[in-house]
């Protein structure tokens, strides 16, 4: 079992910056892909950014390349998620996902943990 606390969310202006944070605890595995997803009022969940767990690799959805930034930190056993340029549209709840395998995917059906998520809105 592999537990995920999410932190950082919050209220911010258009424009503004929050950064998101993944504390992940219980077993460990080598190798590992993590994730964050958001979901807005009324609309499915979908992809924002993964990490391979190498930290080399990542991935973007295209509504957030060049505004967010994930990273990793292996000592800590803790994924960041800096988000900049932040716009209305990025409000919802973000949450934090983890795949056993390292396998790099956009799919939240493919992800085996999940946190509880953190509320982040941004006023426009």
Same mark, same amino acid.
């Given at each position: @079992?592999v537990?995920?606390? /999410? &932190?950082?969310?919050g209220?911010?202006?258009?424009?503004?910056?929050? %950064?998101?944070?993944?504390?992940?605890?219980? %077993?460990?595995? *080598?190798?590992? !892909?993590?994730?964050? $997803?958001r @979901?807005?009022?009324?609309?499915e %969940? /979908?992809?924002?950014? &993964?990490?391979?767990?190498?930290?080399? *690799?990542?991935?973007?959805?295209? &509504?957030?390349?060049?505004? $967010?930034?994930?990273?990793?930190?292996?000592?800590? !056993?803790?994924?960041?998620?800096?988000? !900049? &340029?932040?716009?209305? /549209?990025d409000?919802?709840?973000?949450?934090?996902?983890?795949?056993?395998?390292?396998?790099?995917?956009?799919?939240?059906?493919?992800?085996?943990?999940?946190?509880?998520?953190? @509320?982040?809105?941004?006023?426009?």
């Amino acid at each position: @079992q592999v537990q995920l606390v /999410e &932190s950082g969310g919050g209220l911010v202006q258009a424009g503004g910056s929050l %950064r998101l944070s993944c504390a992940a605890s219980g %077993r460990t595995w *080598n190798t590992y !892909n993590m994730g964050w $997803f958001r @979901q807005a009022p009324g609309k499915e %969940r /979908e992809f924002v950014s &993964s990490i391979m767990w190498t930290g080399r *690799n990542t991935y973007y959805a295209d &509504s957030v390349k060049g505004r $967010f930034t994930i990273s990793k930190d292996s000592a800590k !056993n803790t994924v960041y998620l800096q988000m !900049n &340029s932040l716009k209305a /549209e990025d409000t919802g709840i973000y949450y934090c996902a983890f795949k056993v395998m390292a396998v790099a995917t956009m799919r939240g059906s493919d992800y085996d943990y999940w946190g509880q998520g953190t @509320q982040v809105t941004v006023s426009s």
